[in-house]
Nanobody, 124 residues
């Protein structure tokens, strides 16, 4: 099982970007999916989460600015980022709680998987 993130890049302040992340492999079930970010010199922080049922949670710093969505049929999660600010500059990581087919067969449950990170730079 692996997560592949894409969509980062350089954008001017006030601009928008859409990040995508797709899970692949021998997947039985996906629970929550989300995005974290790590700015230079700072710890990784939660940006937003979405449950399998579509309930969402956002960090206060991105409420009304970012929108998370998911496509359960595609095992994908997306992050629409609008009105970007220089302080949004970070490496963005997708995360998912996944039960692989093997975990189902052996009864070991869900585990957390991380994507490789995609850099978002907001600068003029």
């Amino acid at each position: 099982v692996q997560l592949q993130a894409s969509g980062g890049g350089l954008v001017q302040p006030g601009g928008s970007l859409r990040l995508s992340c797709t899970a692949s492999g021998s997947i039985f079930s996906i629970n929550a999916m989300g995005w974290y970010r790590q700015a230079p010199g700072k710890q990784r922080e939660l940006v937003t989460l979405i449950t399998s049922g579509g309930s969402t949670t956002y960090a206060d710093s991105v409420k009304g600015q970012f929108t998370i969505s998911r496509d359960n049929a595609e095992n994908a999660v997306y992050l629409q980022m609008n009105s970007l600010k220089p302080e949004d500059t970070a490496v963005y990581y997708c995360n998912a709680e996944i039960m692989s087919q093997g975990a189902k067969d052996y009864g070991t449950g869900y585990r957390s998987y991380w994507g490789q990170g995609t850099l978002v730079t907001v600068s003029s």
